[in-house]
């Protein structure tokens, strides 16, 4: 989801980018919406300008996301409108009942508008994550379809036992061996990084990057789509879009740099569409049928019978949906667990729990889809890392129609209307008093949900009963919720129970409070080098490696 973070957190940093600007240069803009209209009573009873005032930018420019979340904690309705001449109008809200006004009542009414839509353009095209309206609406519905079905859940379980057993362990395996079996260091965030990335093309398009393999190149498709997510993230942080468009226009810098890398992109997938359709001719002259050849996406879209360029497109949204946001969650999740390690021993007896429950021992992981449903721990633990580092920080959209929001504050037509992830997950007023702990108990006190219902009941469900999106809006909420998320939890549960169990992670720098960085990618400024050791006794009897030196060479 690199890029979709890129976006929003570009459309938010020109504001304030450009407001510092302003600063500097035009202070009557400040006046203009500090001293003016606004003082005498002129803000309405529930939102809060936030006000050009520009020295404030410029001295919170290093904090800006708990910058934003003060204020809006300030603000009496947690709404705050950044009013400023030459700029469009962005109301920024953390109030539940705003949330679900525009992302599930008035759904209609907050697009994501032409702003969003042109800076992703080039990259995403015409993919469920760049439009709207009919063109939205009519991928929603083939895809939330193949989402649902249990051939991509079974495909799933396979690709990540496979890229488990031949690469995260063996990679992590191999760190714990080094310094004579003393532990070695390894950045976490980018094992998990390439890591999700294998996952999510072989889930979507049915081939293996291999990004986490040390005996494969690193794969030119990763690399082209790391170099367009950061040109995109430029381009929304540039002043004025008309300077990228002029750019784009002249076929210069960094706007030929990205027509090449997208070309990389949409070359490699093309070639991937035009195989699977010659393969799958061969099975139909074969007289083989089809059914069940392939379950990734790709093959899938082929199925239903779309066009090279739409599905060309759809996949594109999906790698670029599903790359970065679960191992964002998840270096977050490790950074906390080793900060508190009351929660990991919950966790891992919750794993040790789950696998003696199944039987779990000699082949892989051994946990079906039902098991990950039911790891209650792991799951609050996971919903409360994201509360407080969402992997997608905030999010835009832009009214079709004047409107007022539940809370009083006015939306004219083409204003921005953001809601701001981050600043809820610590909004007191959602949260209380104790918003800013690491608590698992906020999620462990709510009741059961879902009972153990078919197997199609979702693992989120299965955990806890409502909390509502709106209030927790990680994958949004709406019609327009993420439709990776189950997906996202039981990966992130696999991946968590699988290191957990075989290795003891430890900050290598245990003074550090790492900083958390919305743009591109909501990632951890400067990795999470951890040192791996093999723990012991091991939880499990059998497990996966062996645990020394041969195995781990062989991948
Ligand atoms: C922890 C992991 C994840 C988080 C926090 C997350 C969060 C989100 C959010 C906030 C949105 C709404 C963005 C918007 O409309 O502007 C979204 C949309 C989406 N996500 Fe995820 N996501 C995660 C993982 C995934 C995965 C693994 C996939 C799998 C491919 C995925 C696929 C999608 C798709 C296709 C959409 C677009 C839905 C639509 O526009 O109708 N996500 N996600
Ligand atoms: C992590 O380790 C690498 C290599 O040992 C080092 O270059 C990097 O600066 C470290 N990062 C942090 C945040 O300590
Ligand atoms: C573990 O080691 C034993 C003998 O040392 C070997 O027979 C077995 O195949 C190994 N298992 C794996 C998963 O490497």
């Known amino acids: ?45 529930r939102s809060y300008p936030v006000i050009g005032c520009l020295v404030a930018f410029y001295r919170n420019r290093r904090r800006l996301l708990d910058w934003y979340t003060e204020m809006l904690a300030a603000s009496p309705s947690q709404t705050i409108v950044v009013d400023r001449l030459g700029a469009r109008r962005t109301v920024v809200t953390a109030n539940p009942a705003n949330v679900e006004h525009i992302l599930r009542a008035r759904f209609a009414n907050y697009p994501k508008g032409k702003p969003f839509t042109d800076v992703l353009g080039d990259l ?13 609406h009519a991928q929603r519905k083939l895809v939330s379809h193949e989402f649902s079905a249990r051939a991509l859940r079974d495909l799933e379980v396979t690709v990540l036992e496979a890229e488990a057993r031949d690469r995260l362990v063996p990679a992590l395996a191999a760190a714990a061996a080094a310094r004579g079996g003393g532990g070695g260091v390894v950045d976490m965030q980018d094992v998990l990084r390439r890591f999700a990335f294998d996952v999510i093309c072989r889930v979507s398009l049915g081939v293996d990057p291999g990004c986490l393999d040390p005996a494969l190149p690193a794969p030119r498709l990763a690399a082209a789509f790391d170099t367009a ?16 468009k002029v750019k784009r226009a002249l076929d210069a810098g960094s706007e030929r740099r990205l027509r090449e890398e997208v070309g990389v992109i949409h070359e490699a997938v093309m070639g991937l569409i035009r195989s699977r359709r010659k393969e799958r001719a061969l099975l139909l002259v074969n007289g083989n049928g089809v059914g069940g050849a392939r379950s990734d996406l790709l093959s899938r879209m082929i199925e ?30 490790f950074w906390l667990l080793m900060r508190h390690r009351g929660v990991e021993a919950q966790v891992l007896d919750e794993i040790a729990a789950t696998r003696r429950g199944r039987g779990a021992g000699e082949e892989g992981e051994g946990l079906d889809l039902d098991d990950y449903r039911r790891m209650r721990v792991l799951h609050a633990a996971l919903c409360e890392t994201m509360r407080l580092y969402p992997p997608v920080a905030w999010d835009s959209k832009h009214a079709a129609a004047d ?62 009963a409502g909390v509502s999106p709106f209030k927790y809006p990680v994958f949004q909420g709406g019609p327009r919720t993420c439709l990776g998320k189950e997906m996202a939890f039981v990966q992130m549960k696999f991946v968590a129970s699988a290191v957990l169990r075989r290795f003891e992670l430890r900050p290598v720098d245990e003074g550090r409070t790492p900083a958390f960085v919305p743009l591109m990618t909501a990632h951890m400024a400067g990795g999470l080098n951890v040192t791996v050791r093999r723990r012991t006794p091991a939880p499990a009897s059998g497990g996966a490696a062996n645990g020394t030196g041969g195995e781990l060479t062989s991948s």
Request: glycine letters at 16%; charged letters at 15%; hydrophobic letters at 45%.
């Open 229 to 244: 997510a950061g040109i995109i993230a430029r381009r929304g942080a540039a002043p004025v879009a008309a300077v990228w």
């Open 304 to 333: 239903c019978g779309y066009p090279d360029e739409a599905i060309r497109d759809m996949v594109i949204s999906f790698i670029m949906a599903g790359r970065d946001t679960t191992s964002s969650a998840l270096t977050w999740f």
């Open 1 to 45: 989801m690199a890029w979709f973070v890129a976006a929003w957190s570009c459309l938010l940093v020109v504001v304030m980018v450009s407001s510092m600007r302003l600063s500097r240069s035009a202070s009557s803009s400040c006046g203009s919406s500090c001293g003016g209209g606004h003082g005498g009573g002129g803000w309405g009873p």
């Open 403 to 464: 409107d007022v929001l539940p809370d009083g504050t006015a939306v004219g037509r083409g204003d921005r209307v953001t809601y701001f992830q981050y600043g809820m997950g610590r909004m007191e007023a959602i949260w209380g008093a104790d918003a800013a702990d690491f608590s698992l108990d906020r999620w462990l006190s709510l009741p059961r949900g879902g009972g153990d219902g078919g197997a199609a009941a979702s693992p989120a469900a299965a955990a806890f």
């Open 124 to 136: 995403l095209g015409m993919g469920i994550f760049n439009v709207d309206g009919e063109l939205w």
